[in-house]
T-cell receptor, first 116, second 114 residues
Framework: GAGVSQSPRYKVAKRGQDVALRCDPI?????LFWYQQALGQGPEFLTY????????KSGLPSDRFFAERPEGSVSTLKIQRTQQEDSAVYLC??????????????FGNGTRLTVT | AQKVTQAQTEISVVEKEDVTLDCVYE???????LFWYKQPPSGELVFLIR??????QNEISGRYSWNFQKSTSSFNFTITASQVVDSAVYFC???????????FGGGTRLMVKP
């Protein structure tokens, strides 16, 4: 596709529900990132994939958060037993290379998750 | 944690004014990369510039210019002759040489009024 595509655009979940957020990166992009952006703040790193390998998951806030990219393209971020503090915009980004030193990061529009 | 600080949370200017957005970063590394992104109301982060720590030359791109001062750990962004379309939240970010994580500042909301 022309850009990074995320779905759904908006998601409302009741506390305790599980949610799955989808990211379609730019075709051929090796690297994929998930960021969490709370209201009025800058994005914070969650996890990084190089193809299908999850090389860094140091930013995942708890074991309720799980991400996968089984075929090295589409990625899903799953949040189990959602809590109100999970309410945020979840941004997906991809880049062509294996690092950001030479290829810029392209972001999607994000999924706004509201937990009630 | 090595922070990125954008002290100005919100700036309001009138169209055609020049405006500078400040960014100060912390790092213990000699090699690192600095970025600016624009986030319009649509939510997508738009890449503006990437600089590495060895290149202290200031850069100009149209109405945009960037001033990298390693001695003060600052990477400020100036918009000349601002336009209403420049209204957005602007984020400064840093990446160390190793790893792929971007550390973002808290952002500066720029409002350009006609």
């Amino acid at each position: 596709g022309a850009g990074v595509s995320q779905s759904p655009r908006y998601k409302v979940a009741k506390r305790g529900q599980d949610v799955a957020l989808r990211c379609d990166p730019i075709s051929g992009h090796v690297s994929l990132f998930w960021y969490q952006q709370a209201l009025g703040q800058g994005p914070e790193f969650l996890t990084y994939f190089q193809n299908e390998a999850q090389l860094d998951k140091s930013g995942l806030p708890s074991d309720r958060f799980f991400a996968e990219r089984p075929e090295g393209s589409v990625s899903t971020l799953k949040i189990q037993r959602t809590q109100q503090e999970d309410s945020a915009v979840y941004l997906c980004a991809s880049s062509l290379g294996t690092g950001l030193n030479n290829s810029p990061l392209h972001f999607g529009n994000g999924t706004r998750l509201t937990v009630t | 944690a090595q922070k990125v600080t954008q002290a100005q949370t919100e700036i309001s200017v009138v169209e055609k004014e020049d405006v500078t957005l400040d960014c100060v970063y912390e790092t213990r590394d000699t090699t690192y990369y600095l970025f600016w992104y624009k986030q319009p109301p649509s939510g997508e982060l738009v890449f503006l510039i990437r600089r590495n720590s060895f290149d202290e030359q200031n850069e100009i791109s149209g109405r945009y210019s960037w001033n990298f001062q390693k001695s003060t750990s600052s990477f400020n962004f100036t918009i000349t002759a601002s336009q209403v379309v420049d209204s957005a939240v602007y984020f400064c970010a840093r990446k160390n040489n190793a790893g792929n994580m971007l550390t973002f500042g808290g952002g500066t909301r720029l409002m350009v009024k006609p």
